[in-house]
């Protein structure tokens, strides 16, 4: 009886374990067909408006200029990052990371509408002409941008080699809107270059392109054996650095880590998150290394500075960076070209996110500026990432996607080496004339 008590018991706790798990499955069954129906519904009204612009619309609409508009504007309205790349747009960014491409040398999101500067790339027409971090092109060959996408600007921007285009720009500090002439070129990107400052050696990193560790490798071997013995140290410059490829981002912390996190990646699941981690080997053995940002420092020489400045490896100073700390993806799509799409964000060894935020210096210097600037301070500031319209939020972001403290920097460097304030200070705490205290990881004095 004991026997068959105990079967009898076994069936019903089965059977209710049977019942508990069809109710679950009907709930999320009845959940994703609710979602899926409000989709559906959707794209219905979506057919619909098509449909009503094509058959009403004053002058017959390009119906593949009308889905590549929709497509861009859906990811417009994620973040600034994301984006719908056609073939010819692809086919310029696989030019473009592999260090040689044409146009006029900028970094460029879009803000309200028109183009924003991120940084204009080290000696490039865009650079010798002026244009700043922080920039407002308004307009393209006196054609407003209001109304075009970030990728239809840049198309505009480009066009064959020594044609200009001017640009009319708005900068902060300038009371009104004024015009650049700029002269189209081949852009090759060297994205690493260096010098010898007496005992010092000095690397300026411009950019994250296929070529920059290779690069950056062979002027570290190069400095060592120029300068020998009497090697203090390294400064490695990522001012006004864009940012770039992740993978280097990467490989470059790696070229000065012999081991530990360099970063963290999350995306939307927890499957998704991966950690990047360094390889036994410092290219440097283990020199002093400083390492110079400011407000135009984005993406990943944030990676790289964040990185160094938790493993204690390098002194960071300078400006709070930029603040873009999201990874975009690239998705090809066939022959319909790609999606640039934003899939997750990072963070640095020690887990501090950087999105809308930025990395803070440990020493603080301003660059100092020349008289004719000085009353005009503020046309040299960058905002940063926490400015930029429809960002992603930063994790200590409120509701209202403002904070004092992630309002950007100064992204002013001098074009002469003994005038750069950053630069000199730096040197000096490489040679031990200056050092790093609790008062000066607060606020540096440049004097």
Do not use: C
């Not at 080290?122 to 010798?128: F, I, L, N, R």
């Not at 001017?166 to 002269?183: A, E, I, M, N, S």
């Amino acid at each position: 009886m004991r026997k068959s008590e105990y079967a009898l018991w076994t069936l019903l706790v089965l059977a209710v374990l049977a019942a508990g798990s069809t109710m679950v499955g009907l709930a999320r069954s009845e959940t994703a067909s609710a979602a899926n129906s409000e989709i559906y519904r959707q794209l219905d009204l979506f057919g619909e408006v098509l449909e009503r612009v094509r058959a009403d619309y004053v002058e017959k609409p390009e119906d593949a200029k009308l889905i590549e508009s929709a497509i861009n504007g859906m990811l417009m309205a994620l973040d600034p990052h994301s984006a719908y790349l056609n073939p010819k747009h692809f086919r310029d960014m696989q030019v473009q990371t592999r260090g040689e491409f044409g146009g006029l040398g900028i970094e460029v999101t879009m803000e309200n509408g028109v183009v924003k500067v991120v940084a204009p790339i080290e000696d490039t027409p865009a650079s010798k002409a002026g244009i700043q971090s922080g920039d407002l092109i308004t307009a393209l060959d006196k054609e407003q941008i209001q109304g075009l996408t970030l990728q239809e600007a840049v198309e505009k921007m480009r066009g064959p080699v020594n044609s200009a285009i001017t640009l009319t720009v708005v900068r902060k500090g300038v009371d009104d809107p004024f015009d650049v002439k700029v002269v189209r070129d081949v852009i090759h990107i060297n994205p690493v270059k260096y010098s010898v400052e007496n005992d010092v050696g000095y690397i300026r990193v411009t950019t994250f392109n296929e070529q920059t560790t290779a690069n950056l490798q062979k002027a570290i071997e190069d400095l060592k054996k120029e300068i020998g013995p009497k090697l203090k140290g390294f400064v490695i410059d990522l001012r006004n650095n864009p940012g770039g490829l992740l993978d280097q981002a990467i490989s470059v912390s790696d070229t000065f880590l012999d081991q530990g996190a360099i970063v963290l990646t999350k995306g939307r699941n927890l499957e998704e998150t991966q950690r990047s981690n360094a390889r036994p080997g410092d290219l440097t053995d283990g020199q002093k290394m400083v390492v110079l940002i400011n407000g135009g420092s984005a993406s990943a020489s944030e990676i790289v500075a964040g990185a160094l400045q938790d493993h204690h490896r390098a002194t960071i100073l300078g400006t709070r960076s930029f603040g873009k700390g999201s990874v975009q993806t690239i998705i090809p799509l066939g022959s319909n070209g790609a999606l640039r799409l934003t899939t997750a964000r990072y963070y640095t060894p020690s887990g501090r996110s950087i999105q809308a935020k930025g990395i803070e210096p440990e020493v603080v210097v301003e660059e100092e500026l020349p008289p004719d600037l000085k009353a005009k301070a503020d046309q040299q500031s960058t905002r940063g990432e926490a400015n930029l319209r429809g960002h992603l939020k930063g994790e200590d972001e409120d509701e209202g996607g403002k904070d004092e403290e992630e309002s950007g920097s100064s992204s002013y460097v001098a074009p002469e080496k003994d005038k750069d304030t950053q630069l000199q200070y730096a040197i000096e705490i490489l040679r031990g004339t200056k050092t790093v205290t609790t008062d000066t990881k607060k606020k540096a004095e440049a004097n």
